[in-house]
């Protein structure tokens, strides 16, 4: 079985949000910008008052490498994989797999949900 996020309260609502298909990403009440992984203070303006927001879903690939070594057991048999990082139009940056597609740098992407177990959707992108 392939590794799965850990349990961690402070990002449970993005996990709850990924199960029913939003992207959820953690916003400052202050200055208004995004954040992930969630942090008890703003990185922008260092303010506390914070809340989870339904986002677009929307960006575009910055970067990405393709493994060519399984280092878990359970990805072996899908050596070589993609790994993305993707730019959010809210200006977070998530790292993820392209569902459906072959990456390249700038292309559009928009989020898909993979439900891997009862409890556990992953978030990936897919081509726009």
């Known amino acids: ?6 349990e961690d309260p402070a990002n449970r609502p993005f996990w709850e949000g990924a199960q029913r298909g939003v992207l959820m990403l953690q ?3 202050d200055c208004g910008r995004h954040r992930f992984p969630a942090t008890r203070y703003c990185a922008q303006c260092r303010g506390e008052r914070a809340e989870w927001a339904a986002t677009s879903g929307r960006g575009v690939v ?6 060519h070594k399984a280092y878990w057991p359970a990805f072996a048999r ?3 994989y993609d790994v993305i990082q993707v730019r959010l139009e809210e200006g977070v940056r998530l790292f ?4 459906g597609g072959r990456p390249r740098i700038g292309l559009a992407v ?3 949900f993979d439900p891997v177990t ?5 978030v990936k992108f897919a081509p726009a």
Do not use: I
Request: glycine share 0%.
């Open 27 to 29: 916003r400052c009440m």
């Open 78 to 80: 899908e050596v070589p």
């Open 96 to 99: 993820s797999n392209l569902v």
């Open 118 to 122: 009862p409890e556990v959707t992953l």
């Open 62 to 67: 910055e970067s990405w490498c393709s493994f």
């Open 110 to 112: 928009q989020v898909h």
């Open 1 to 6: 079985m392939k590794p799965l996020p850990p």
